[in-house]
Structures are given as C-alpha cells and as structure tokens.
C-alpha cells in the first residue's frame, strides 16, 4: 500500500494506519500516526506538490516492512 499524501497541522506528511512521517524543520521525523490519520487532511499527490513543492525525500527506513526496520 502506497502512503497519503497528508497536510498535517501545517507540515507536509505522508501517513498509512500505524505509521507517519512529517517534515519539519527541513528534517523527515518519524510521528503519531493516529493523530496523522484523525486530524490530517488528505490530498492527491497533485495538490500536495501544488501545497508544498519539491521536497526531500522520505528516510530510507521509511515505510518499510517492520522485520526490516
């Protein structure tokens, strides 16, 4: 499953059930993912781009399998 595209509070964020990640300060954190997931907006990743713009990408242990992490 692929994550959402998510406006959280005011940062950019990508989110699926039981995990979610936000940018802030410039800087991929790791975040509640149920306070993602009640309390964020989803959007397309159109306007998501359209929001935020070119941002850096997500951490390499970013949503990947847990036996990995």
């Given at each position: 499953?692929?994550?959402?595209?998510?406006?959280?509070?005011?940062?950019?964020?990508?989110?699926?059930?039981?995990?979610?990640?936000?940018?802030?300060?410039?800087?991929?954190?790791?975040v509640?993912?149920?306070?993602?997931?009640?309390?964020?907006?989803e959007?397309?990743?159109?306007?998501?781009?359209?929001l935020?713009?070119?941002?850096?990408?997500?951490?390499?242990?970013?949503?990947?399998?847990?036996?990995?992490r």
């Amino acid at each position: 499953m692929e994550p959402k595209y998510v406006l959280w509070e005011i940062w950019p964020a990508r989110w699926l059930p039981g995990e979610a990640w936000a940018l802030m300060d410039d800087k991929w954190v790791e975040v509640d993912s149920s306070d993602v997931g009640h309390n964020g907006r989803e959007l397309d990743e159109s306007a998501f781009n359209d929001l935020f713009g070119r941002l850096t990408a997500l951490p390499a242990i970013a949503f990947q399998p847990r036996r990995e992490r």
